[in-house]
């Protein structure tokens, strides 16, 4: 059973600009952690955020959560190209284990 | 580093053949899990174990089994691999706390015909 779901499926960009992703959940949650995955490989964590957390940073990724709404941003700014990757968000279910999305695909054009 | 290695990158098999896929990890970590990632469908838990000899079953587990005998492996068993075990097959580990950060291996695509 999926908790997280990323919004959108997709998302294509130019070099520079900023791309934003959704995840949405359904149960409480200890914290929320989101993952890219390049094509064909593993997944490499980016970040977590504690549900006492509303935003967090790191390098040009920006975090943010909503848990009145059970919902997370993720926020790349100024895009190269080696951010094209598959960008997964997780949430830990019953505070137990990680349960992950769908993923959002994005593709930076240069 | 953390490295989570993978016994292959690539592995054809054919339907009925007994599959083993290892995972090894060097950071001591107490949690081991095993996903199958679809298209569509994300990372579904197959299985989890937390210590040696341990192990708790995901979302998925029909068709699989998992073996622990030392910290640092874990190993997953398609016992009579079927067309519908296709799929990108990913180990990971973690920490004390299961919930937390996980370190993945680059995955294993398993064909089976």
């Known amino acids: 059973s999926q908790q997280g779901e990323e919004d959108p499926q997709a998302l294509s960009i130019q070099e520079g600009e900023n791309a934003t992703m959704n995840c949405s959940y359904k149960?409480?949650?200890?914290?929320l952690q989101w993952y890219r995955q390049n094509s064909g490989r593993g997944l490499v964590h980016l970040i977590l955020?504690?549900?006492?957390?509303r935003e967090k940073h790191s390098g040009r990724l920006r975090v943010t959560l909503d848990t009145s709404k059970k919902s997370s941003s993720l926020l790349i700014t100024a895009s190269r190209a080696a951010d094209t990757a598959s960008y997964f968000c997780?949430?830990?279910?019953?505070?137990?284990?990680?349960?992950f999305g769908a993923g959002t695909i994005l593709r930076v054009k240069s | 580093d953390v490295k989570v290695t993978q016994s292959s990158r690539y592995l054809v098999k054919r339907t009925g053949e007994k599959v083993f896929l290892e995972c090894v990890q060097d950071m001591d970590h107490e949690n081991m899990f095993w996903y199958r990632q679809d298209p569509g469908l994300g990372l579904r838990l197959i299985y989890f174990?937390?210590?040696?000899?341990?192990?708790e079953k995901g979302d998925i587990p029909e068709g699989y089994s998992v073996s622990r005998e030392k910290k640092e492996r874990f190993s997953l068993i398609l016992e009579s691999a079927s067309t519908n075990q296709t799929s990108m097959y990913l180990c990971?580990?973690?920490?004390?706390?299961?919930?937390?950060?996980?370190?993945f291996g680059p995955g294993t695509r398993l064909t089976v015909t």
């Open positions: 174990s937390y210590d040696v000899k341990m192990k």
């Open positions: 997780a949430t830990d279910r019953y505070g137990n284990k990680l349960v």
């Open positions: 990971a580990s973690s920490g004390r706390d299961p919930s937390y950060e996980q370190y």
């Open positions: 149960t409480s949650i200890n914290n």
């Open positions: 955020i504690r549900s006492n957390e």
